[in-house]
């Protein structure tokens, strides 16, 4: 019997997700695109219930479907799925950009200084590292020049949804609010030089899974090289 991971794509979360109707992805969007102008973040990331509102609010929202870790397999050999309850515990990922023909050298300061690269739903609360709670002392991130937008850039932008559309961001990326620029900087270099990331918690708030620290390290420092220092090639995830 082949392995599970066979009946997926390459690179993908524990999740597929999806939003149900066209009216809850733009709800979505307009506020996470909000939430990206007011805290200077181009990965905003926020729960399904400030959004949405609480309870049955969320139902009929988004939908995530996995395959069941417990019983992969039904008896009759057919593969076990099974969907995520947005009701009680859901984020919403935004991942932006600066528009190319933005001049103001303070960063973006409306929607149309911001270009959308993906915008997704996914469950929390399972297991993972949940970007919105996590304390930053918690995953070794409580240092000067560093703040909850680095956990968002990890999760978001260098997390398994868009981490293959860095050289979208690389565009632009020097346009971006001068204290984000700043924020991700001094966040890079410290994961780089103390790596207080462990493997197994990079995949828990990225679902991107490197085989040893070293590689893991090695990756990070060409992000920052990259955004920072013109290094040409993108750098590329593990699959």
């Known amino acids: 019997m082949s392995s599970i991971r066979d009946e997926l794509p390459p690179r993908t979360g524990p999740w597929a997700s999806r939003f149900d109707t066209e009216d809850a992805l ?3 969007d307009d506020a ?3 939430a990206a102008l007011k805290n200077h973040d181009l990965s905003p990331i926020l729960p399904f219930e400030a959004v949405y509102g609480e309870g049955e609010n969320c139902l009929g929202k988004a939908t995530a479907i996995t ?4 019983r992969p397999y039904s008896p009759d050999g057919e593969v076990n799925y099974v969907y995520a309850d947005f009701s009680t515990r859901g984020l919403l990922y935004g ?3 600066p528009a190319r023909e933005l001049e103001n050298e303070e960063g973006p300061e409306n929607d149309a200084d911001l270009r959308n690269t993906t915008l997704y739903p996914y469950p ?10 996590v304390a930053l002392a918690d995953i070794g991130l409580d240092v000067p020049g560093v703040d909850r937008r680095l ?3 990890c999760a978001g932008i260098l997390g398994v ?7 979208m961001l690389r565009e632009t990326f020097d346009a971006a609010w001068p204290d984000y620029q ?7 270099k410290h994961l780089v030089a103390n790596q207080p990331l462990t493997v197994e918690q990079w995949f828990g708030l990225t679902y991107v899974q490197f085989p040893d620290q070293r590689e893991l390290r090695a990756y990070l420092a060409q992000v920052y090289a990259y955004l920072f220092d013109d290094f040409e090639a993108m750098p590329l995830a593990p699959q």
């Not at 949804?161 to 050289?167: I, M, N, P, S, Y």
């Open 124 to 133: 929390g609360g399972y297991e993972e590292i949940d970007p919105v709670t």
């Open 32 to 34: 996470l695109r909000e």
């Open 95 to 97: 991942v932006y950009r």
């Open 151 to 153: 956990v968002n850039f």
């Open 182 to 188: 700043d924020t991700i900087r001094a966040g890079l």
């Open 67 to 70: 395959i069941d870790p417990r």
């Open 161 to 167: 949804e868009a981490v293959d559309d860095l050289g």
């Open 26 to 28: 733009v709800q979505a």
